[in-house]
Each structure stands twice: as C-alpha cells, then as structure tokens.
C-alpha cells in the first residue's frame, strides 16, 4: 500500500499570504491518479485537483497543483477567508485508494 | 444536477446491524464506481472499498475487508455500506463518492462528486 504524508501538520498564515502544502509518497505515484480535496467543518469533501496540476470545476486559480513522482505540492497563491480548511492529497494504485493524512490552514 | 444524497443519522447499540445508503441522481448511475469513505471523529479521510454498479464487482481495503458489505441496486441507483453486528469503534462519518476516471479524454482518478456524509453513532 502507498502511504502519502503531508506537511506540515498545520499551517498558520493570514489572508492574502501564499499557502505551500507537500504531499510525499513512500512509492511512486502516477500523475494522473494523484488529487487534492478541501474539507471545510462539518461538511463533505470537495474535488481541488486532479491529474496532479489540472483545477476541478469552478475551483479558482489561485490554486494550482503540481509535481510527479513521490513528491507534489499544492499551492494557494493568496489565501482568502473561505481557505481556511483541511487539504488531503489522495492516490491510486494497486485497486486501491489512500489519503494522507491532512494539512489544516488555519487563520494566524 | 450531478448529485449523491446519503440516508439520515443513525443511532445504534453495539452488536446491532445497520445498512446505510447514497443514491445518484443526474448521472447513468451504472457509469461510475462509487467508493465508501470513513472519517472518524476529529480524524482523516480513509478508503473503505468500492462497487461497481454496473455488476456489483467490490473490492475493500484490507481494512475493512470482512467488517462491513458494500452493495448496490442499480435499478434504483442507490450504494449501500452495511454492518452486521456495530461496535463503538464504528462511530464515525461516512461518505459516498464517485469515481471519476477521464476528463476531456485524459486519463484521471478522482472522486468528483461526494454524498453529504452520513454520521453513525454506536453507543449502549
């Protein structure tokens, strides 16, 4: 099973800062199968990214995705107030799907 | 509109059964793989397993494999995850979502659309 680990835990910036959150695979991961969600409290997941760099729809550009291999990164170019969520990278392989086990963007 | 509406709250005992369900709307239910997700209380996003509506073809992570059954009725496009016998460690959030594998023609693997989530609490 690939296990994703993201970093850091937990990020503390303020609006209009840019937000870095890493997402490294113990195994290599093919692009196409690697994505991004934002959770926000007490409600679902929603698709960010998929294909590692291609934006879900109606997802705004300041948010962009890249990297190949094990190593990817989503980027939040200017935090606005309604980023301040959880962000979980998540792969397949092998039949199978994992998260990593989040990135919360908190309000410095 | 592309949706997938989960069935409601539920409360239970440990050692009774439970079937909860997340019915597609909007979508030829059959054209997509719906997977299930936990998320326990305060925790992340974990894979459960998934189905193929179109033949009913599961397959679970190792996980959960032989704790609970994923099903589905295509004739009413409607997923079920089920429970034969609860425990307190079940008392989570669980989501349905569906698998989307091509976009424009490109090869993807996302779940793009995801139920509202469905809370379960097992408590005596």
């Known amino acids: 099973e690939i296990v994703l680990t993201q970093s850091p835990g937990t990020l503390s910036l303020s609006p209009g800062e840019r937000a870095t959150l890493s997402c490294r695979a113990s195994q290599s991961v093919s692009s196409s199968y690697l994505a991004w969600y934002q959770q926000k409290p007490g409600q679902a997941p929603r698709l960010l990214i998929y294909?590692?760099?291609s934006r879900a729809t109606g997802i705004p550009d300041r948010f962009s995705g890249s990297g190949s291999g094990t190593d990817f990164t989503l980027t939040i170019s200017r935090l606005e107030p309604e980023d301040f969520a959880v962000y979980y990278c998540?792969?397949?392989?092998?039949?199978?799907?994992?998260f990593g086990q989040g990135t919360k963007v908190e309000i410095k | 509109e592309v949706q997938l509406v989960q069935s409601g709250a539920e409360v239970k005992k440990p050692g009774e059964s439970l079937r909860i369900s997340c019915k597609g709307s909007g979508y030829s239910f059959t054209s997509y793989w719906i997977s299930w997700v936990r998320q326990m209380p305060g925790k992340g996003l974990e894979w459960m397993g998934r189905i193929d509506p179109s033949d009913s073809y599961t397959n679970y992570s190792p996980s959960f494999q032989g704790h609970v059954t994923i099903s589905a009725d295509k004739s009413i496009s409607t997923a079920y995850l089920q429970w034969s016998s609860l425990k307190a460690s079940d008392t989570a959030m669980y989501y349905c979502?569906?698998?989307?594998?091509?976009?424009?023609?490109?090869?993807?693997?996302?779940?793009?659309?995801w139920g509202q989530g469905t809370m379960v609490t097992v408590s005596s």
């Open positions: 979502a569906r698998r989307r594998i091509a976009v424009a023609g490109t090869e993807v693997d996302a779940f793009d659309i």
């Open positions: 998540q792969q397949y392989g092998s039949s199978s799907w994992t």
């Open positions: 294909g590692a760099s």
